[in-house]
């Protein structure tokens, strides 16, 4: 089956701009997960979403938000971009949201702020 | 908050090892401990899942084992290859369940 698809690949956005990444979980997975990973800090929690509803969001500033689809989706969305958060920007999938099971990544989505 | 160290940051062998990456956390509440798999500018797989209650998980040249008395997971990769050139990461889940804490991983290079 499919694995968990993230949309785009890879983009360059200007400082000030906004972006929106798209994450497409596994069929029949409900909890959606958002990372970032930067050489210095390596992966950091950004949010989870398990039916369209936020259950734990980490340590960054509100201009990083998301939002998950009643077809488990999801987005998330950066506003007013700053040079920092130039990263690979990472979506992960599970059948629970409890942390039984085996989480699956997808390929990421590499984010250039210039 | 959990956190998840991993040593070493980069280990080099030849072809043929055996080797043994580390991973310590210091909550040992967990229900379980993952390991993955990164390759330069790609995303993680999913190597290995052990439960609490496990004390090992297998597959094929690959053994994770946990001690959680000890906060402590080890994955054991039997005859290294060059194909095994990749970032291990080891993440424990928070106590909600609902959020992995990783640790920096260890760049691991097999040399032909």
């Known amino acids: 089956k499919a694995g968990v698809t993230q949309t785009p690949r890879y983009l360059i956005k200007t400082r000030g701009q906004q972006v929106t990444l798209s994450c497409s979980p596994i069929?029949?997975?409900?909890?959606v997960s958002w990372y970032q990973q930067t050489p210095g800090q390596g992966l950091q929690f950004l949010f989870e979403?398990?039916?369209?509803?936020?259950?734990n969001k980490g340590n960054f500033p509100g201009r990083f938000s998301g939002r998950q689809f009643s077809n488990s989706r999801s987005e998330m969305n950066v506003s007013t971009l700053e040079l920092g958060d130039s990263a690979l920007y990472l979506c992960?999938?599970?059948?629970?949201?409890?942390?039984?099971?085996?989480?699956?990544f997808g390929e990421g989505s590499w984010l250039t702020v210039v | 908050k959990q956190e998840v160290t991993q040593i070493p940051a980069a280990l080099s062998v030849p072809e043929g090892e055996n080797l043994v990456l580390n991973c310590s956390f210091t909550?040992?509440?967990?229900?379980?401990l993952q390991w993955f798999r990164q390759d330069p500018g790609k995303g993680l797989t999913s190597l290995l899942l052990?439960?609490?209650?496990?004390r090992e998980q297998t597959s094929g040249r690959l053994n994770a084992s946990l001690d959680k008395s000890s906060g402590r997971s080890t994955l054991y990769i039997a005859a290294s290859q060059p194909g095994d050139s990749a970032t291990y990461l080891c993440?424990?889940?928070?106590?909600?369940?609902?959020?992995?804490?990783f640790g920096t991983g260890t760049s691991l290079t097999v040399i032909p």
């Open positions: 992960a999938s599970s059948l629970a949201s409890d942390g039984t099971d085996t989480i699956y």
């Open positions: 069929s029949g997975h409900r909890s």
């Open positions: 979403y398990f039916s369209e509803t936020q259950r």
């Open positions: 909550d040992s509440a967990i229900y379980n």
């Open positions: 052990i439960q609490s209650s496990q």
């Open positions: 993440a424990a889940p928070s106590n909600t369940g609902n959020q992995f804490y």
